[in-house]
């Protein structure tokens, strides 16, 4: 596996993971976390590694980080513009991404043991917990800890279900600066 920064964004597992879950975007523009997640779940390349493996990037990181990007109102930045990128399925096409608080809690909970697998992992070895520079380490786990910490407050949101897709202001912002 490759990866050249400590995001789910910067690593072959994760930008594969981006891709299938593009490739799996509901034709009808509503997409629901389980039923992507349960997608992921399934597929051999994508499905997450165990928990216990501490894996540094996975699948259940970049849909985290997909997810943040709609609540952000960053979702532009998840399709190219690029001319052999025309045919490909468009996340700025989707019109609803429902997530179900049990998924939500799934995914958190999955991050959050591998958070606590790579620590406990990467303390007893001499490398940084496998990163090159200590730097990336420290970073990785505050990057981990930002994605729990951000579903734990759609988790603590009212209802059962939690719209992805924030309304955008014309300078394509989240409503009001809302952020989670």
């Known amino acids: 596996?490759?990866?050249?920064?400590?995001?789910?964004?910067?690593?072959?597992?994760?930008?594969?993971?981006?891709?299938?879950?593009?490739?799996?975007?509901?034709?009808?523009?509503?997409?629901?976390l389980r039923d992507i997640l349960a997608a992921v779940q399934q597929d051999?390349?994508?499905?997450?590694?165990?928990i216990s493996d501490g894996e540094s990037h996975s699948s259940p990181m970049a849909?985290?980080?997909?997810?943040l990007k709609?609540?952000?109102?960053?979702?532009?930045?998840?399709d190219s513009d690029r001319e052999y990128a025309t045919n490909e399925s468009r996340f700025s096409d989707l019109t609803t991404f429902a997530a179900d608080k049990e998924s939500v809690e799934w995914l958190r909970?999955?991050?959050?043991?591998?958070?606590d697998y790579a620590m406990a992992d990467g303390n007893a070895r001499e490398h940084y917990g496998g990163w090159f520079e200590e730097k990336n380490w420290i970073g990785?786990?505050?990057?981990?800890?930002?994605?729990?910490?951000?579903?734990?407050i759609l988790l603590?949101?009212?209802?059962e279900q939690v719209e992805l897709i924030q309304p955008q202001t014309q300078?394509?912002?989240p409503v009001m600066g809302q952020s989670l």
């Not at 051999?44 to 165990?50: C, L, S, V």
Request: aromatic residues 8%; hydrophobic residues 45%.
């Open 171 to 173: 300078t394509g912002g």
């Open 70 to 78: 709609f609540l952000d109102g960053e979702v532009g930045e998840l």
């Open 156 to 159: 603590a949101s009212p209802g």
């Open 44 to 50: 051999d390349w994508n499905a997450p590694a165990t």
């Open 109 to 115: 909970n999955y991050l959050s043991g591998s958070l």
């Open 140 to 152: 990785w786990q505050a990057h981990m800890r930002m994605l729990i910490s951000r579903l734990d």
């Open 1 to 32: 596996m490759g990866c050249w920064g400590i995001t789910a964004f910067e690593s072959d597992a994760g930008l594969d993971a981006v891709d299938f879950i593009r490739n799996n975007l509901p034709k009808d523009g509503a997409l629901t």
């Open 63 to 67: 849909l985290a980080e997909i997810m």
